[in-house]
């Protein structure tokens, strides 16, 4: 099994800092989902077309729901799969609406476990 460098952000929920590399395949998968939801495209060098501008798409106010998922799930496919497969990775983006706030979550279920929530 290949090992990939840790790169989790040090203020993220998760962070761990005694971790330096990881080697299984669903931890390798999440941090490159992470590292791809919030990376701006046109921010990796050699990989123009990688990043879903996350916060972008959210308050650009004119997309849909079904069309932030389909950028991020087209995102997840052509940067973090393995290309063995053995992964089911399913993208919900949910709008809401209170008295306080409005906002949005952005769920990403890997084999119908939720392994990546995110509150905009």
Known sequence: MIKD?????????????NTLEVSDELSQLILKIENCLFTRRGDVLGAPGMGANLEDLIFSLVLS??????NITSQI????????????????????????????????FVNEIRVIGALF
Not at 65 to 70: H, L, Y
Not at 77 to 105: I, K, R
């Open 65 to 70: 729901e079904t069309v932030i998922a389909n």
């Open 5 to 17: 460098i840790y790169s989790r952000d040090i203020t993220a929920p998760k962070y761990n800092e």
């Open 77 to 108: 496919s052509a940067y973090c799969l393995p290309e063995q497969g053995g992964f089911n990775v399913e993208t919900v983006v949910s709008f809401y609406s209170t008295a306080e706030v409005d906002g949005c979550l952005v769920d990403i």
